[in-house]
């Protein structure tokens, strides 16, 4: 498959470029955002483009990093049955407050193919496929948050 840049507009245009990214994830995959509304993670197409990521690649990871966890944890019970499921293979952070201006929103797997959007609230974004070097600024990006996020969206529910 060549490289691949993709220019979306609508709504509809960026779900189709992630139904499209997720199953690709050999490995790894990355996602930033707001708080996962705009991701529709809680979609039972998502979810189940999720789970046969994680359950045909054993060794595949999720790592997730938010501004805001709690509308996943509040409205989105599918994905937190999910994170609860595959607990050993998704980790979540949450950003910290100097850096809730970061308006963007990317999905990254395998580091060679992307869903980005451009800016929180509006439809314009991109699909990136099999281009390493393009989306490489993006998982740079994506580790230097991982490294001042700290752990949330835990599935358990017990308190303790």
């Not at 407050?97 to 609230?121: E, K, M, P, T, Y």
């Amino acid at each position: 498959m060549s490289k691949s840049y993709t220019s979306l507009t609508s709504e509809i245009e960026f779900r189709t470029a992630l139904d499209t990214v997720l199953p690709l994830a050999g490995r790894e995959l990355l996602i930033f955002d707001r708080d996962l509304v705009s991701l529709k993670l809680d979609d039972s197409l998502r979810i189940e483009l999720l789970t046969g990521v994680l359950t045909q690649n054993h060794n595949c990871r999720i790592r997730i990093v938010v501004h805001n966890p709690l509308p996943a944890q509040q409205s989105a019970p599918r994905f937190m049955k999910f994170l609860l499921r595959f607990s050993h293979a998704i980790a979540c952070r949450q950003s910290p407050d100097n850096l809730l201006h970061l308006a963007d929103s990317h999905v990254i797997a395998d580091d060679a193919c992307g869903v980005r959007r451009f800016q929180h609230g509006q439809p314009r974004s991109a699909l990136i496929l099999n281009d390493p070097s393009y989306l490489l600024p993006w998982r740079q990006r994506f580790e230097e948050l991982w490294e001042v996020s700290s752990h949330c969206l835990s599935a358990d529910t017990t308190g303790l």
